[in-house]
């Protein structure tokens, strides 16, 4: 932060009265973008989360009360975008134009912009602002491509030890940032329930018994993850690389990933080319792409490699990557099951922490690496980190690793441990009814709180 | 086939006079669907293949010489994808629609059909035939979601038994159809040039050398792998499985497809999540989708899985897929250099085969347990069946296995054996320059030809 971005300046209020609450995850200073199905019409629009409500930028622009060139190409790709389901075309504008909106935004959302708006912007004003509670919010961006990665060190290396214990983290772990492909069109938004998918799975046959065939039922260790992902900008031409320094100008922002995973399914089928259908039946994502511009002053160093470990190969290194390539973001997982609910009792969380700091590879790595083969990306294309764990058990994203207990002197694994719920029940994995809420939220003193809002789903058969 | 289907009868000849050459790959019998830019317009059709030329559906559309209800939901549906840019609205449709779409432009192609059918036909007819070599072909579908399989006994044993001498085929083979996804975005038509990819590669360490680290260049190990694709047609709902029996009502159509690969990029970035920029620089696709009604001749029973192979798992198994579930397809793979170009030499085939036949597991295999855990497909979808091989050398469907020369003694792997071309030239991999030509057509005597036409790229620097 050289200068100081005046958009971020905590002094600013909003006639969105509940956008001045400090605990808001909305402020004036976020302006996070999403899209949502108009609830009088019946099309999904392009709006900007303000408070406890959403403004409909396609209405704003209808009424002309977005300034743009009539007769330039930037300002007919601006109305394209305003007029846009999701955010596909906006992030195809870049981080120049979808700056530009979001101060527009800003100046007209800000406290007293009302009074010398005109009698028009104050109609305008009540129309376009709707309840958040009272729309049904859409998956923000359509994503036509979905990668994965696995860029937490501490996530890689607890799992790598349930599954290799005399080498948890490959060769290859600390010199390619791994990743594969996910599932675009299994991707839905916060709040849409999770029908537990059905499987192959085996069981471990003990040494000496005969080979037991699989069977095929209902997933039985069910799980969720926790990401964080990257909605990705203009799109580069196939065959040609993005350069490390230029990566984030292809990032329009981020927001939580629930990555939920089959763990009995993956064990069984994830040999020898990666997980499938353990991983396919759904992936969540929350309702708003919070822009890399409010994410600004929660930027900290990219994790510093310990002693011994390589330095990234050159196409991945960057010294403003590693001075500001990560984020600062406290992330929470809680949950509900059905008789918590009933009970009145509130969510229980299951781990919180600013682990995110900790990946092995910034976005900008990701992205870099994704592409270093030639391999294009588009507008709105998903890349997501990778479960984020920290070393200790309650910074841990997934309950695999939650639970886990480690492994005796002999090398045999511990019963896991589970997780005991206010009502008295337990949790080894998720159950019928669970409800799985992610938060995630930035705070910094002299600057507003910037929050992601919830990434939720729950269990159903 | 139970009753014969007329549109397949080998007396019927077109007015089109190439597609009556007994060696074309699309007499009336075929008429695959397609998508290219139309020639003098700037924007993308929907056409047919007949003979040596391209007929614009979306023309015969506008010039209503396509019957259809113009009161209902299917006429509406037609209309609309008579309008569409790719085979996507078509495949939404369904199987029935479809086939009556393919009635009607067999009769309006049908030789007397011009005489017939008033001056408005006979100007149409002029019109909207374009000679196929003068328009630009696009990729027939706009893939939303690529899924490729493993399901060749033979090329999962002969690279396995590369990579894991003593483990060559995992437990979970004969049980699971191995599958992953792959990129949507990089998914390209025949002719498109192919940038030879960047990466990553380590060598092999000698036993008690220090170990190297790896380097990032241009990939050595540049490969293709012959494939067959099905385009899917009607989706599911996300948590709705398809079954066994509807599987084939889900799919519009086969292509070949060339899922080029970088081995040396693939050796060391594939553990623990799989391929990922091995293969995500570049898939080619044919142009034209040839539909299962013009294939039905062509079915043959199921690989038979030799004694003491397990049975499918009851979601898997189905009589029907059995007795027919297979294509009878000659898939052949040649290449030119530069060199043999530049003397006007013909392409040299390094494979040819009906290696097809002989997947472990079925198409309608592959869909069912793709979807089996709830996993939603959309219309126009991609699944490929993996590389296809026999277990003789010269029916292996990638160079990999096709310079291989197996282990000596000592459990050793022997130098690869190069391939011998006309010019003198050797290759144990793609050089810059070579173009890879793929080509695949069933026949049986009573039935005229079809063809899929051919999935070419060259490899660029």
């Given at each position: 932060m050289t200068t100081p971005d005046p958009?971020?300046?905590?002094?600013l209020r909003s006639w969105?009265?509940?956008?001045?609450?400090?605990?808001?995850?909305?402020?004036?200073?976020n302006l996070p973008f999403c899209s949502f199905e108009h609830p009088e019409e019946e099309y999904a629009c392009l709006g900007v989360r303000i408070g406890d409500s959403i403004l409909d930028l396609g209405l704003l622009h209808e009424a002309d009360l977005i300034e743009h060139d009539h007769e330039s190409e930037e300002g007919a790709g601006l109305c394209h975008a305003l007029e846009a389901p999701s955010v596909n075309e906006l992030a195809f504008l870049g981080r120049g134009a979808v700056r530009e909106l979001r101060t527009q935004v800003q100046k007209f959302l800000l406290e007293g912009a009302a009074h010398t708006g005109g009698q028009k912007s104050r109609r305008i004003r009540e129309k376009a602002l709707f309840k958040a509670a009272d729309v049904q919010l859409l998956p923000p961006a359509m994503v036509m491509n979905y990668t994965d990665f696995y860029a937490s060190i501490h996530h890689a290396t607890t799992v790598g030890s349930m599954f290799r214990?005399?080498?948890?983290?490959?060769?290859n772990y600390k010199y390619v940032p791994i990743g594969y492909h996910g599932r675009a069109s299994s991707i839905v938004v916060s709040g849409t329930p999770v029908k537990r998918p059905r499987g192959q799975m085996k069981k471990d046959d003990a040494p000496g018994e005969p080979i037991s065939p699989p069977t095929f039922g209902a997933c039985k260790m069910l799980d969720y993850e926790l990401e964080v992902g990257a909605v990705l900008g203009p799109g580069n031409a196939l065959g040609d690389a993005i350069a490390i320094a230029d990566a984030e100008q292809h990032m329009l922002g981020l927001c939580l990933v629930n990555d939920w995973s089959a763990r009995d399914i993956q064990k069984w089928e994830y040999?020898?080319?990666?997980?499938?259908l353990a991983k396919n039946f759904a992936t969540t994502m929350s309702p708003y792409v919070v822009t890399l511009d409010a994410l600004a002053p929660f930027r900290c160093p990219a994790y510093r490699r310990p002693e011994g470990d390589p330095a990234p190969l050159d196409y991945l290194k960057s010294d403003a990557n590693e001075r500001a390539g990560g984020f600062d973001i406290t992330l929470e997982v809680s949950i509900t099951t059905a008789q918590m609910r009933s009970k009145g009792l509130p969510p229980f969380v299951l781990s919180r922490s600013n682990?995110?700091?900790?990946?092995?590879?910034t976005f900008a790595q990701l992205l870099t690496h994704h592409t270093s083969n030639g391999c294009n990306i588009l507008p709105g294309d998903l890349i997501a980190s990778g479960t984020i764990s920290g070393p200790e058990q309650s910074t841990r994203g997934c309950l695999l690793e939650r639970t886990w207990a480690g492994r005796d002197a002999a090398g045999k694994p511990l019963p896991r441990t589970p997780i005991d719920l206010p009502t008295g029940e337990k949790r080894l994995f998720l159950e019928d009814g669970d409800e799985v809420i992610m938060r995630g939220w930035c705070e910094r003193e002299g600057f507003r709180r910037i929050g992601f809002g919830e990434c939720r789903g729950t269990v159903v058969t």
């Amino acid at each position: 932060m050289t200068t100081p971005d005046p958009t971020l300046s905590p002094s600013l209020r909003s006639w969105v009265e509940s956008a001045n609450d400090p605990a808001t995850d909305f402020p004036i200073q976020n302006l996070p973008f999403c899209s949502f199905e108009h609830p009088e019409e019946e099309y999904a629009c392009l709006g900007v989360r303000i408070g406890d409500s959403i403004l409909d930028l396609g209405l704003l622009h209808e009424a002309d009360l977005i300034e743009h060139d009539h007769e330039s190409e930037e300002g007919a790709g601006l109305c394209h975008a305003l007029e846009a389901p999701s955010v596909n075309e906006l992030a195809f504008l870049g981080r120049g134009a979808v700056r530009e909106l979001r101060t527009q935004v800003q100046k007209f959302l800000l406290e007293g912009a009302a009074h010398t708006g005109g009698q028009k912007s104050r109609r305008i004003r009540e129309k376009a602002l709707f309840k958040a509670a009272d729309v049904q919010l859409l998956p923000p961006a359509m994503v036509m491509n979905y990668t994965d990665f696995y860029a937490s060190i501490h996530h890689a290396t607890t799992v790598g030890s349930m599954f290799r214990p005399d080498n948890a983290l490959l060769p290859n772990y600390k010199y390619v940032p791994i990743g594969y492909h996910g599932r675009a069109s299994s991707i839905v938004v916060s709040g849409t329930p999770v029908k537990r998918p059905r499987g192959q799975m085996k069981k471990d046959d003990a040494p000496g018994e005969p080979i037991s065939p699989p069977t095929f039922g209902a997933c039985k260790m069910l799980d969720y993850e926790l990401e964080v992902g990257a909605v990705l900008g203009p799109g580069n031409a196939l065959g040609d690389a993005i350069a490390i320094a230029d990566a984030e100008q292809h990032m329009l922002g981020l927001c939580l990933v629930n990555d939920w995973s089959a763990r009995d399914i993956q064990k069984w089928e994830y040999q020898p080319l990666g997980p499938f259908l353990a991983k396919n039946f759904a992936t969540t994502m929350s309702p708003y792409v919070v822009t890399l511009d409010a994410l600004a002053p929660f930027r900290c160093p990219a994790y510093r490699r310990p002693e011994g470990d390589p330095a990234p190969l050159d196409y991945l290194k960057s010294d403003a990557n590693e001075r500001a390539g990560g984020f600062d973001i406290t992330l929470e997982v809680s949950i509900t099951t059905a008789q918590m609910r009933s009970k009145g009792l509130p969510p229980f969380v299951l781990s919180r922490s600013n682990a995110f700091r900790d990946m092995y590879w910034t976005f900008a790595q990701l992205l870099t690496h994704h592409t270093s083969n030639g391999c294009n990306i588009l507008p709105g294309d998903l890349i997501a980190s990778g479960t984020i764990s920290g070393p200790e058990q309650s910074t841990r994203g997934c309950l695999l690793e939650r639970t886990w207990a480690g492994r005796d002197a002999a090398g045999k694994p511990l019963p896991r441990t589970p997780i005991d719920l206010p009502t008295g029940e337990k949790r080894l994995f998720l159950e019928d009814g669970d409800e799985v809420i992610m938060r995630g939220w930035c705070e910094r003193e002299g600057f507003r709180r910037i929050g992601f809002g919830e990434c939720r789903g729950t269990v159903v058969t």
